[in-house]
Nanobody
Framework: QVQLVETGGGLVQAGGSLRLSCAASGRTFSNNAMGWFRQAPGKERACVAA????????YYTDSVKGRFTISRDNAKNTVYLQMNSLKPEDTAVYYC??????????????????WGQGTQVTVSS
């Protein structure tokens, strides 16, 4: 079983930056594709970014391309989401997720088996 804990959320002005971290427990972290998802009030959870087990393949949803960067440090059992040029539309609860089925990234919620509790990101106008 894998446990994920997100940190780094907060309140930031539009144009600012935040760096989210997701610390994983257990020994399967390096064997899993990882993803960052977000869910805004009244909206479905949607993928923001995903990364392969070795960090070699990274994918982003169109709305964050060029602004967000996903990375992982398997030695530290941690995945990161660097968020730059934040917009009010980025306001959401951000969740990290890990798959025990896929080594390569997927943007599908159903591909992931382990979820963190989420961290709130609020971007003011």
């Amino acid at each position: 079983q894998v446990q994920l804990v997100e940190t780094g959320g907060g309140l930031v002005q539009a144009g600012g930056s935040l760096r989210l971290s997701c610390a994983a427990s257990g020994r399967t972290f390096s064997n899993n594709a990882m993803g960052w998802f977000r869910q805004a009030p009244g909206k479905e959870r949607a993928c923001v970014a995903a990364i392969s087990l070795n960090g070699g393949s990274r994918y982003y949803t169109d709305s964050v391309k060029g602004r967000f960067t996903i990375s992982r440090d398997n030695a530290k059992n941690t995945v990161y989401l660097q968020m730059n040029s934040l917009k009010p539309e980025d306001t959401a609860v951000y969740y990290c997720a890990a798959s025990n089925r896929l080594a390569y990234p997927s943007l599908s919620v159903g591909a992931y088996d382990y979820w963190g509790q989420g961290t709130q990101v609020t971007v003011s106008s």
